[in-house]
């Protein structure tokens, strides 16, 4: 069975730094990777997604993420963080043969000013 | 603009109760899906459906139902309510080529048993 692990239940970072959220999954094949985010009172919405070709995947609102195979990584980044970006976050996995969404357990992310 | 509506955004139901839970997507989509959203755990998936009728158990099954009459609308039902129950539901849809597809959520239902 595949799982995705997000280390860090909790982020704080200052506006203008660095956003790192960190994801790793378990499978026996790559499969397919997605993080979303959640704003508050809301439903989640897609900010990247990796299937083939580049590792390195553009999403919105300046997030990027890149998958490693050899690290079973796909950690998310934002060069500046912004007051907009506070949010919880979750990294997503789907077998390639599959249609179901495996989640991690979440970020939540707090911008300070 | 894609949909998934929700019928309820907060509910309070008592132990006991048996609480449906609607969902409805405008999108055309085969695959619909429950999940239950948890401080800390995440997105854990009830069940979902491939299409009319069909459904399938997902990790977390036990006290819940589904019911897919319409391939638009997809309903999550509690048979009987319990407090460990309280929690956001979250319905999303995604065609049926769904692997390369982004999911949609509703906006979810926070469901509180008393």
């Known amino acids: 069975a595949q799982s995705v692990t997000q280390l860090g239940s909790h982020v704080s970072v200052s506006e203008g730094a660095l956003v790192l959220l960190r994801c790793n999954y378990s499978s026996s094949v790559p499969p397919y990777l997605f993080w979303y985010v959640q704003y508050p009172n809301q439903g989640l919405q897609l900010l990247l997604k990796?299937?083939?070709?580049?590792?390195l995947v553009k999403g919105i609102n300046g997030f990027e993420a890149e998958f490693k195979k050899s690290e079973t990584s796909f950690h998310l980044t934002k060069p500046s963080a912004h007051m907009s970006d506070a949010a919880e976050y979750f990294c997503?996995?789907?077998?390639?043969?599959?249609?179901?969404?495996?989640f991690g357990g979440g970020t939540r992310v707090l911008v300070k000013p | 603009d894609v949909k998934v509506t929700q019928s309820s955004r907060y509910l309070v139901k008592r132990t006991g109760e048996k609480v449906f839970l609607e969902c409805v997507q405008d999108?055309?989509?085969?695959?619909m899906f429950w999940y239950r959203q948890d401080p800390g755990l995440g997105l854990r998936l009830i069940y979902f459906s491939y299409d009319v009728k069909m459904k399938e158990k997902g990790d977390i099954p036990e006290g819940y139902s589904v019911s897919r009459e319409k391939k638009e609308r997809f309903s999550l039902i509690l048979e009987s309510a319990s407090t460990n129950q309280t929690s956001m539901y979250l319905c999303a849809s995604s065609p049926w080529t769904g692997a390369k597809v982004e999911a949609f959520f509703g906006q979810g239902t926070r469901l509180t048993v008393v």
């Open positions: 997503a996995v789907v077998k390639a043969a599959g249609n179901k969404l495996t």
């Open positions: 990796y299937t083939t070709g580049a590792t």
């Open positions: 999108m055309d989509h085969e695959n």
